[in-house]
T-cell receptor, first 112, second 114 residues
Framework: AQSVTQPDIHITVSEGASLELRCNYS??????LFWYVQSPGQGLQLLLK??????LVQGIKGFEAEFKRSQSSFNLRKPSVHWSDAAEYFC??????????FGKGTRLSVIA | ETGVTQTPRHLVMGMTNKKSLKCEQH?????MYWYKQSAKKPLELMFV???????ENNSVPSRFSPECPNSSHLFLHLHTLQPEDSALYLC?????????????FGSGTQLSVL
């Protein structure tokens, strides 16, 4: 069965520090991969997506993610976190025309 | 502002009430979705509509009844809900049904069932 795992429920980082949020998936073929962000009281907003080609994709707000087929991973990174990045982050995976499967999310807290 | 508007933002209802959630988009999208977001659970896809036809119904209890009168509006009718139905209900839209299409989400309706 298709599945998406975000191993970290909650991460706290200092402002200005680097960030990596993990995402692992279980799919048969090459999936479409997404990261969405949800600020408190808001819906989800797309940060970036990977379909094919260069395995390092750039997104909005200074985020990037790298697709590693050998590790079935699509980790999200940011070199320097800002306080406004505090939010919930969701990894999502899909293939063909099937609906996206979302992970449980990772809540990011940013401290001064 | 994503272009997807949900009303109301908050709703408290008793188990015997009937209420409706509304979603509206004027992005020219052809696909619309209802998701349920509960604490510590993955986002659950409930219903999918494409060109006003329901194409996905993920074993959702009949106490949830969707309606898509046109490509811009989506409703979720609620009746005789249970306390475990308390959650954030998110509406989303996309240009079409393809998996690689970007989803545009509304801010959600926070539902509490007493």
């Amino acid at each position: 069965a298709q599945s998406v795992t975000q191993p970290d429920i909650h991460i706290t980082v200092s402002e200005g520090a680097s960030l990596e949020l993990r995402c692992n998936y279980s799919y048969g073929a090459t999936p479409y991969l997404f990261w969405y962000v949800q600020s408190p009281g808001q819906g989800l907003q797309l940060l970036l997506k990977y379909f094919s080609g260069d395995t390092l994709v750039q997104g909005i707000k200074g985020f990037e993610a790298e697709f590693k087929r050998s590790q079935s991973s699509f980790n999200l990174r940011k070199p320097s976190v800002h306080w406004s990045d505090a939010a919930e982050y969701f990894c999502a995976v899909g293939e063909g025309n099937t609906p996206l499967v979302f992970g449980k999310g990772t809540r990011l807290s940013v401290i001064a | 502002e994503t272009g997807v508007t949900q009303t109301p933002r908050h709703l408290v209802m008793g188990m015997t009430n009937k209420k409706s959630l509304k979603c509206e988009q004027h992005l020219g999208h052809n696909a619309m979705y209802w998701y349920k977001q509960s604490a510590k659970k993955p986002l659950e896809l409930m219903f999918v509509y494409s060109l006003e036809e329901r194409v996905e119904n993920n074993s959702v209890p009949s106490r949830f009844s969707p309606e898509c009168p046109n490509s811009s509006h989506l409703f979720l009718h609620l009746h005789t809900l249970q306390p475990e139905d308390s959650a954030l209900y998110l509406c989303a839209s996309s240009l079409n049904l393809a998996t690689n299409e970007k989803l545009f989400f509304g801010s959600g309706t926070q539902l509490s069932v007493l």
